[in-house]
């Protein structure tokens, strides 16, 4: 290997570098997030008397909300998360939360239910992508994005 090769990859190198640091620390952000937000809408909830039996946080969708702003635009804090809860008088019911966290010095959170109009359906079919779908899916893309990254690298 000659010096040329050294300083020709060198600026490659560094992309690889700060894409690596980018893509830990969106996992560090997401493990965080995902280890704070269904103990917070849990507590939310139950504070409106509902007993919150499942929760999973739905992706690639706006549910219920048409004036939710899509994946991918400026601003996309708003979560949505499938709930399965029976309420104060013991029905089990279905339906959307949508929840922004705020930071310390902001406020409480924001949120807003839309529950479904029918009873509570356990083989109804929800939209957009389940926790683990979505990030096996992101999985796969860093893992092509590795594999180009290695090929253009190599010699």
């Known amino acids: 290997m000659n010096p040329t090769d050294l300083t020709s990859s060198a600026p490659l190198a560094a992309i690889g570098l700060l894409l690596l640091l980018a893509i830990g620390f969106t996992v560090f952000r997401a493990v965080s997030m995902e280890s704070s937000w269904e103990a917070r809408i849990r507590g939310l909830l139950e504070q409106q008397g509902f007993r919150v039996q499942r929760m999973e946080r739905r992706w690639l969708t706006r549910g219920p909300f048409p004036d939710l702003r899509p994946p991918g635009t400026k601003n996309h804090t ?11 008088s013991g029905t089990r019911r279905a339906g959307w939360v949508r929840w922004r966290r705020n930071w310390p010095g902001e406020g409480s959170d924001r949120w807003a239910v839309q529950w479904d109009e029918g009873p509570w359906n356990s083989s109804a079919r929800t939209k957009g992508l389940s926790t683990a779908a979505f990030y096996g899916l992101m999985l796969i893309a860093m893992a092509i994005v590795a594999a180009v990254i290695a090929t253009i690298a190599s010699p």
Request: charged share 35%; proline share 9%.
């Open 78 to 88: 708003e979560w949505l998360v499938r709930v399965m809860a029976d309420d104060p």
